[in-house]
T-cell receptor, first 113, second 115 residues
Framework: DVKVTQSSRYLVKRTGEKVFLECVQD?????MFWYRQDPGLGLRLIYF???????EKGDIPEGYSVSREKKERFSLILESASTNQTSMYLC????????????FGEGSWLTVV | AQSVAQPEDQVNVAEGNPLTVKCTYS??????LFWYVQYPNRGLQFLLK??????LVKGSYGFEAEFNKSQTSFHLKKPSALVSDSALYFC?????????????FGAGTRLAVHP
């Protein structure tokens, strides 16, 4: 079975803190993604990566950055957390190719106070 | 612009009755269509997908979906609903844009199955 692991399920951070959300997949997938999920808005793509050290902006990249130093790991960084970044963050991975399934982690609930 | 619509915020159905969760899409080119389910405080679980071939796709937990190209729809169905099917369901479409694969989601439909 594909496993996408998000290391932190629940976090509470203060405004202005730098926040790291870590994601690891164990299936040697080329593609990795970070989404945020908010009620009524569905899932919105923040950043994605198609290879090591490669990253592309999604639909809502402002206030975020990412790092992919190794194929299995994709980190989301909030440079200076703000209250409007309180959300559920979902990491996902897939093999390359449009027809391949994207597999999701269990999510990280981030609250910024 | 590419888009996915789930016209119903919530669907209510009695246990044992058939259920349908609706999805329509707007994508240029051939769409790759997916359904995911999300239980409370969990990530998304893959249910089924349509890539090509037979318009009726069977997936996990007894769910199936019918691809209708003329109506640009991909409705999720199940012949007999269970209370445990109560969850949030997302339709998604994957397509190529700017040389990259992208996956966009509908806003989600909450399914409530009543005993």
């Amino acid at each position: 079975d594909v496993k996408v692991t998000q290391s932190s399920r629940y976090l509470v951070k203060r405004t202005g803190e730098k926040v790291f959300l870590e994601c690891v997949q164990d299936m040697d997938h080329e593609n990795m993604f970070w989404y945020r999920q908010d009620p009524g808005l569905g899932l919105r793509l923040i950043y994605f990566s198609y290879d090591v050290k490669m990253k592309e902006k999604g639909d809502i990249p402002e206030g975020y950055s990412v790092s992919r130093e190794k194929k299995e790991r994709f980190s989301l960084i909030l440079e200076s957390a703000s209250t409007n970044q309180t959300s559920m963050y979902l990491c996902a991975s897939s093999p390359s190719g449009s027809g391949n399934t994207i597999y999701f982690g269990e999510g990280s609930w981030l609250t910024v106070v | 612009a590419q888009s996915v619509a789930q016209p119903e915020d919530q669907v209510n159905v009695a246990e044992g009755n058939p259920l349908t969760v609706k999805c329509t899409y707007s994508v240029s080119g051939n769409p790759y269509l997916f359904w995911y389910v999300q239980y409370p405080n969990r990530g998304l679980q893959f249910l089924l997908k349509y890539i090509t071939g037979d318009n009726l796709v069977k997936g996990s937990y007894g769910f199936e979906a019918e691809f209708n190209k003329s109506q640009t729809s991909f409705h999720l169905k199940k012949p007999s609903a269970l209370v445990s099917d109560s969850a949030l369901y997302f339709c998604a479409v994957r397509f190529v844009s700017g040389g990259y694969n992208k996956l966009i989601f509908g806003a989600g439909t909450r399914l409530a199955v009543h005993p």
